[in-house]
């Protein structure tokens, strides 16, 4: 028997998706897929890789299937980068497509998705091509529904290029399981920049990334999470090349009653590698900042250098951080590191700001951008840098507007 | 015209200032001396603004308004400027936006328009030149990774361009060796003016070479316990602070 527990509306509903998307030519890997979540379910408290973030309890109901989703904007690429949708892929077949989709993280989310793919953008830059602007890539998908979309990016050896993911606001209730499957070939570099924008309070989403680092190659990533409902970024990347190096940022700016989860899989499978992780948190309100990261260092992986640290900065008495950092570590000559910090605004801080004239709300509204800017620092795309910096003086700015008419 | 009349404070249940009256006219420099856990930095804060301090009497009045019952930024735009004796490190802060923030942050409290981009830039740069302060320290977070003299040379950038009625200088001497300690001494000799008094702060006589007081007090206990002219700090470098010590007792 597959389910052992009762089966909930929300089990039904994604059964009869899955019935009506095994028939394609991805069909066994679907079917392997949807295996693996059976087996699990949704995942609750229980599964301790989703402790802090009780996806059973929230996805009570499954909103109708979002028509079209993931379906790619029609784009010209620029020269050396070839683009197709990934409907169209998995309709022809497209040997290499089919094996980057199979990553087994063993996560019910990134199963689920595996399993009930819609459509989504399949991005090929090809060996040696050095991108210019930054490339888009689209997570969105249509309100009030839910959506199961996947991109995938393969970039070639040597190749380097800026992707930016976006996911634009989701006012209405909606649900949303979004992949992207990025493959670095030995020597390539990449920048992604994803940014999940806000989301209306009944919103669900999760967007997972999974990443492989090849030889000598360099995945730098930032992520902006602004809020909403329940929004979980997973990340599940391995070091596989010897030299390859990654590095994980993000920042989080939680208000009301946002519930913001990273949780992060970074696995060193060759020497040589470096890894780092950052993310910064700031909550306010009722708000939930959730931060898991593994780093998983393999017997092979020698002379391993992996710093992974989360700080949080808590606005409101209300406000809530779990942070739970790990290290698994088998091979003996790496040098690995991890912190956790959380706390509120620095008394001494505040005092020197405003010794100085500033405003109470001036001054806290400054520091709280400094504690940001940290973060921002390592985006490397200037204009990127600048214009998510513009978003973080903005969250403020409506976070002043929100105190005020709540001091009225 | 700073006026300190019987001004008493203690943290929790222990007393820190006991009674102290002091005046500091328009144009003056006055310093104040005294042992190690005197009160004197307890002084420079409760004139700032600085929470924890329970102000159990008294006054402290600047051209004759009580500053004890404003915000510390309604002080900052009345005129007080504190320079730390520790600056505090902001990482994050870029020094140009928080010097851009607390100019303008002034201006509009007192109903003056904000400087703009070119003029800022300009009276940053003309304050720096004169403070040996680099465009690279200009770049970095406030304060951050900066020295003992760095810190304290941004503490007299600020005051050049904030233009205070009142300047409390917090042991401004400490951790400076003497190029930075007459570095520092020309920037706050530069703003001395007949509209502006200065409360200098300090455990050493050395300071007192180079920023020249018109009054020196001698502290110990939370009180004043003798005031003079330059030749008091003089005295104090020969004699020590044991006999104040003994007779504050």
């Known amino acids: 028997m597959r389910l052992a527990r009762e089966r909930s509306s929300a089990d039904l509903a994604l059964e009869q998706f899955f019935e009506r998307r095994k028939h394609d030519r991805a069909a066994d890997l679907r079917e392997e897929a949807w295996d693996s979540f059976t087996r699990k379910g949704l995942p609750s408290r229980r599964v301790e890789s989703w402790h802090y973030t009780d996806l059973r309890a929230v996805l009570r109901e499954i909103s109708p299937e979002a028509a079209e989703a993931g379906k790619p904007a029609h784009v010209t690429p620029p020269a050396g980068v070839v683009m197709t949708s990934l409907r169209e892929a998995l309709a022809q077949g497209d040997v290499e497509v089919m094996a980057a989709l199979a990553p087994q993280t063993g996560d019910a989310a990134v199963d689920l998705n595996a399993a009930l793919m819609q459509d989504g953008a399949v991005v090929r830059i090809g060996a040696g091509v050095r991108l210019d602007h930054p490339l888009t890539l689209d997570a969105s998908a249509a309100e009030g529904a839910s959506s199961f979309t996947r991109n995938l990016v393969l970039v070639g050896e040597s190749a380097r290029a800026t992707i930016v993911e976006t996911a634009p606001p989701l006012l209405a209730r909606g649900q949303e399981n979004h992949a992207l499957v990025l493959q670095l070939a030995a020597g390539a570099e990449v920048e992604l920049v994803s940014d999940f924008g806000p989301g209306d309070p009944e919103t669900v989403r999760i967007y997972s990334l999974l990443a492989s680092i090849a030889q000598g190659s360099a995945l730098k990533s930032s992520a902006f999470i602004w809020g909403g409902g329940l929004l979980r970024r997973q990340i599940f990347a391995t070091l596989a090349g010897e030299r390859a190096a990654a590095s994980f940022n993000g920042v989080a700016m939680l208000g009301q009653r946002a519930h913001a989860d990273v949780t992060l899989v970074v696995r060193h499978a060759a020497p040589h590698g470096k890894s780092r992780e950052r993310f910064r948190y700031i909550v306010d309100d009722e708000a939930t900042g959730v931060f898991q990261g593994k780093v998983s260092v393999a017997q092979a992986a020698q002379k391993t250098d992996g710093a992974m640290q989360s700080k949080a900065l808590l606005l409101s008495p209300g406000a809530t951080m779990n942070s739970k950092p790990e290290l698994e570590i088998f091979a003996d000559d790496v040098v690995c590191g991890h912190g956790a910090a959380c706390g509120r605004l620095e008394a001494e801080q505040m005092f020197y700001l405003m010794a100085r004239g500033l405003p109470r709300a001036e001054a806290e509204a400054l520091l709280i951008e400094g504690f940001a800017n940290e973060a921002l620092a390592e985006i490397e795309t200037e204009t990127l840098r600048e214009a998510f910096g513009g978003k973080v003086a903005s969250w403020l700015g409506a976070r002043r507007l929100q105190s005020k008419g709540d001091a009225r | ?249």
């Open chain 2, 1 to 249: 015209m700073l006026e300190v009349k019987n001004l008493h404070v203690s943290i929790g249940a222990r007393k820190i200032i006991d009674g102290l009256n002091l005046t500091v006219a328009d144009g003056e420099v006055a310093a104040i001396m005294g042992p190690n856990g005197t009160g004197k930095s307890t002084l420079s804060y409760v004139i700032s603004g600085r929470e924890g301090y329970d102000v159990t009497d008294g006054e402290v009045l600047l051209d004759g308004e009580n500053l004890l019952e404003l915000e510390p930024n309604e002080r900052a735009a009345k005129g007080v400027f504190l320079a730390f004796q520790y600056p505090v490190e902001i990482p994050g802060v870029a020094t140009m936006t928080f010097l851009k923030a607390a100019i303008n942050a002034q201006r509009r409290a007192r109903g003056e328009g904000e400087l703009q981009t070119p003029d800022f830039m300009k009276r940053v740069n003309d304050a720096a030149a004169k403070l040996g302060v680099s465009k690279e320290m200009l770049r970095r977070p406030l304060n951050s990774g900066f020295s003992g003299g760095e810190k304290k040379r941004m503490e007299i950038l600020q005051m050049a361009l904030l233009q205070p009625r009142l300047g409390v200088l917090d042991e401004t001497d400490s951790g400076l060796d003497v190029d930075a300690l007459r570095t520092v001494s020309e920037g706050v000799n530069a703003l001395r003016a007949k509209d502006r008094c200065f409360l200098v702060i300090t455990h050493y006589q050395r300071l007192l070479d180079y920023i020249k007081p018109d009054t020196v007090h001698v502290m110990a206990k939370g009180r004043i316990l003798r005031s003079g002219g330059p030749e008091l700090a003089l005295e104090v470098e020969e004699t020590g602070y044991k006999d104040y010590i003994s007779e504050a007792a």
